[in-house]
């Protein structure tokens, strides 16, 4: 959003004469003020009904449709008319440019606690179409995220005493556009968020309150100085929050307020303006005349005051249409919030792009297994690819009939349906409605009717609690619900995730691309890039084939490789899941020998084999855009898997594999490691010792695996040339297209590297450094590997360099690379 950008009538900015700017309507202002009645229909809440008034007789109007004018060309623009009609304030031509732009829809609101108003909240966000939305004083611990319902996830920020407390809601079509996420203390947070081509900064504050010292004050105000500064000037920023101070009715010379704000200035009110004076932000509800009821946001008992705001740039500040308080929005008795709309274009998302085509719902196979395989009538075995495509065209058309398909796009799913039933939503409406009562007439008998309605919600959310815990104590206590937990724990480790999806990515030099399409090309074009380019290296080594007899494929491998099938794992491109091959309800296991068999006979797999889904995963660490900090998993036939279980377990039969590797070998794992590594720094540290060891790290180890190399290395391991000719088969002509938030790409070839997400591609890896690199191995402990991280130790550090040199040259030999930046040095050597 560059400085001084003017007018631009496809971008929605309004003309100098009826721009929101109150130098517009400054004179007349005063003058109508006291014609505006203090309350009325607009104050109504969002779901009210309307009231019916009567205006007696009235002349009846015959309206004729007699527009001739084409747009854009003899239309006459609309002036500023009279007063009395109010036809030419800002808020009316507003009302006629919403057609052509699309806004955003900011608020700000003090919860008082957010602990069981989520879902009110949702519903109130979604009534009143906010999409950001800065929350204060939520008395939520931790520094999480959180889905509260409708589509809305909340970033919080809280103390460990529950105390304060802030955060922010993002709604369902900003959700993927966060980039950026900082929580500064219980006060004050930021979001940063990519927003009409540009990154928009959103602060959530919440001030220090009056009764609180001047140095918690300062403390506070100068946090949010320092923070508001290290935005860069071209950048825009919103600053909204309880600031718990108040600016007064007047701007008496502040420029930075517009003059129609609320109540008297105190001192804090002066540390606000002084914050607006020092950053040229201005307070956008202060420049709008308003009835006073749309200015206060605060109430308590008969005082009410104005001290929650929202800020903006000086010169972004063309770009606000309205900013208001909402009266009837009582989410809390105490707080109204406020909101701000403002003419920046949301993102724009295509959800057949953005997520792929539509998939089966593999997770309802248990109840639908029989009506499935009823259907199910799987072709004679006839050559490979005609008798694959056969079957999967009838697989395919049962599972899609009987399970369904998902839709493209996130499936934002109300988790919390159990608790707002209609019950509660019937005890919450009277609360609210009994509040509405009061607030038209205090009355001590209103009061103690809300009272005792607030009470009886209270109870209805407890007892509809206490209800689903009680049915899901009792499920988890089965042998389903055991293995249902560690599916919950990791759903809810993925609710609490700050950033699920980022479309934006950055190119080549480093300038973010938000364009969908221009993304994925991005994408397309940095896997193509790892997929096709091998490090520099010498020739690989020739190695004679072993020859020898390979028996076919049986009918006990197939059911052998069943068995080490997983269920609920993604499907491939072909949508076929491993629980069809698995089910007892039928035999297919014949079907699959054959088929096997076939294929090692012709030398020849199913297209859709070398076909697969890249689907970019970020590491949770560094930018969301950088295209380096994401881990690519690829998305296989599932079919082919079970075929790479049987070669799998062929070459294992084969093998030996040195001791020092602890990575994907049975009865060896990462603790077997870590236990080993322990005891030999206790032992020299216990015998003040030096000790000096080193953990190396390969650059990118499976994704820059020269083809060549992994037959030179099954070779050189006594593998017969036959089953080398089936891992082959896995090998030929691999094409896969990136699937990441942007969108789906075109497809590109992959000429270097084991497959992402294949089951034999850890085993070749291993045979892969255990070739290249045996002769470098000491005893263990002092060499041990877990696929591509290794570890030296040594007495002597130059013993130890040497051991690394020498690593660092071998694998940089077979097309491999040391990374330099996260291989590790550990001494126990006190002198260093």
Known sequence: ?????????????????????PSV?????????????VTGPRDRPADAPPRRINYGPMPRRVFRKKATASPGSDARPSGLTGVKSMQGLPAQGRRRLNMLVQETRFATLNVGSLTGRTTELAAALKRRRVDICALQETRWSGQKSRDIGDGFKVIFNGSPRTRNGVGIAVSKRYRDSVTEVHRFDDRLMKIVIIADDCKLHVFSGYASQAGCSDRVKDEFW?????????????????????????????????????????????????????????HDLVIVNTFFTKRDSHLKTFYSGPTSSQIDFVLVRRRDFLLVTDAKAVPY???????????????????????????????????????????????????????VETTW????????????????????????????????????????????????????????????????????????????????????????????GKRDIYRLIRTRQQKTEDIEKFYGINDEKGVLITNRQQATERWRRYFEAISTQEFPHP?????????GPVQPITTAEIEEALRRMKNGKATGPDDIATELWKSRSWNPTTWLTMLFNKIVTEKKAPTDWSRSITVPIWKKKGSPADCNNYRPIRLLSHTMKIFERVIDRRIREVIKMTPNQ?????????????????????????????????????????????????????????????????????????????????????????????????????????????????????????????????????????????????????LARFGLRLNVKKTEYMTTDADI
């Not at 020739?539 to 020859?547: F, G, K, L, R």
């Open 389 to 480: 495509n056969r079957a999967k065209e009838t697989i395919t058309k049962a599972t899609r009939a009987e399970l369904g398909m998902t839709v493209p796009g996130r499936r934002i799913i109300d988790k919390m349906t159990w608790l707002w039933t209609d019950a509660v939503k019937e005890k919450v409406r009277q609360k609210k409605c009994l509040y509405h009562v009061f607030l038209d007439n205090r009355t001590p008998a209103n009061w103690a009717a809300y009272r005792g309605a607030r009470s009886e919600a209270k109870k209805s959310v407890a007892a509809a609690k206490a209800e689903r815990y009680k049915d899901l104590y009792k499920k988890l206590d089965t042998r389903e």
């Open 329 to 383: 929005e009582t989410v809390t008795t105490q707080h109204r919030p406020v909101i701000c709309t403002m003419r920046i274009e949301p993102p724009k998302q295509r959800h057949d792009d953005r997520t792929g085509p539509a998939r089966t719902k593999w997770w309802r196979w248990k109840e639908k297994k029989a009506e499935v395989l009823l259907q199910v009538d799987l072709p004679p075995i006839t050559d």
């Open 539 to 547: 020739p690989i080594p020739h190695a004679d084939p072993v020859q």
């Open 1 to 21: 959003m560059p400085q001084g950008r003017g007018f631009d009538s496809r971008r929605g900015r309004p003309p100098p004469n009826q721009g929101a700017h």
């Open 25 to 37: 309507g400054r004179e007349i202002g005063s003058s109508i003020a006291a014609e505006i009645p």
């Open 662 to 810: 602890c990575g994907f070998i049975k009865n060896c794992g990462t603790t077997d490691a870590i236990h080993a590594t322990r005891l030999l720094l206790e032992k020299h540290r216990e015998k003040r010792q030096p000790l000096h060891v080193a953990f190396l790290d390969l650059e990118k180890a499976f994704d820059r695996v020269p083809h060549h190399l992994i037959w030179y290395a099954l070779r050189r391991s006594g593998i017969p040339e036959e089953l080398v000719n089936w891992v082959q088969l896995l090998y030929r002509d691999p094409k896969s297209h990136v699937q990441a938030a942007a969108g789906t790409s075109k497809d590109f070839r992959i000429t270097v590297g084991v497959h992402q997400g294949s089951v034999l591609s850890p085993l070749l890896f291993i045979i892969i450094m255990d070739v290249i690199t045996r002769d470098l191995h000491q005893q263990p402990p002092w060499t041990l590997l877990y696929a591509d991280d290794v570890m030296l130790a040594a007495t002597n550090k130059a013993d130890l360099q040497h051991q690394v040199q020498a690593w660092s040259d071998r």
């Open 222 to 278: 100068t946090m949010l100085d320092q923070k508001t500064a290290d935005v860069p000037q071209r950048e825009p920023v919103i600053v909204m929050g309880d600031l718990n101070g108040h600016i007064g009715k007047r701007k008496d010379g502040h420029r930075w307020h517009g003059g129609h704000g609320y109540g008297e200035r105190n001192d804090d009110g002066e540390r606000i303006l002084d914050y607006t004076d020092s």
